[in-house]
């Protein structure tokens, strides 16, 4: 059975020590800003014993999406994760596969499916499992692939041969994502301000997008992948073979006016499944008219 993953590994469910006291100071620091979702749920972040019980393992995948095609450049731009379907929903059914199989080969399995949906590190376990290593910009960076993968986790009350975790952090004295961001959102000590960083100001801010960040978003209008375009190790990446990544044909083709007299109906057909329906066509709108005028 081949569901597409580009690597796997697994780790000791246990709680998260040192992840503890970083995530208090992240939150002390109000750098999740208006995402209060991420103050709720605190010790189940930490422990995944707490989301499954009796749990023993804790699955984590990588699954490819670096698109083979890529937005003219006469356009305000997406980031690449949302070119084609929702990774939620395309993600989270592989899992529940891969679940099944495991059920289908040992028997009863009590366990949980996760990609993003839930209060969990991923990127945490996904270092604890010999993935890879969080980079100066916060994301898991794998040697052979670079960073634009999606990860996704299976927490079960199964016992498995662990992996051994990332011990050395190949990023070095590099800067280049540090020195990109136009936000300065990325912190000098491995840590990102997410309430100055564009994703959060294109996706995650339901108000006016600040007047101090006018002419600092470099076209991004939802999300955005400075900090991963200039990273090194994304020389390594490759085109993904998923064929619901495949963005609609429209979509790159369209350029900066396409974008600003896009109507409902053109939003509802380019970005069917899509999960730029997150931020709904009023909020694409704002961010469109921000980038206009700046």
Known sequence: MSLGFTSVGIAKAAFLEEESSKLEQWLKNG?????QYLEKNFDK?????????????????????????????NSYKLSKYAYGQDYHHVIKS????????????????????????????ERAWAEKAGLGWNGKHSLLIQKQQGSFSFLAELILDLELEYHEGSKTDHCGSCTACIDACPTQAILPNNTVDGSRCISYYTIELKNELPQSEKGKFEDWMFGCDICQDVCPWNRFSKPHSEPLFTPHPDLLEMTKEDWLEITEE?????????AVKRTKFTGL?????FLKDS
């Open 45 to 73: 972040r930490l422990d995944p014993r707490l989301l499954v019980a009796g749990a023993k393992s804790v699955i984590s995948l990588s699954y490819n999406y670096f698109p083979e095609q890529f937005q003219t450049e």
């Open 285 to 289: 709108k704002r961010n469109i008219k």
């Open 94 to 121: 592989k899992l529940k596969d891969l679940l099944d199989f495991i059920r289908s080969e040992i028997g009863e399995v009590s366990g949980r499916a996760f990609t993003d949906s839930a209060p969990i590190l």
């Open 31 to 35: 750098f999740q800003g208006e995402m």
């Open 266 to 274: 053109v939003f509802a057909k380019v970005f069917k499944k899509s």
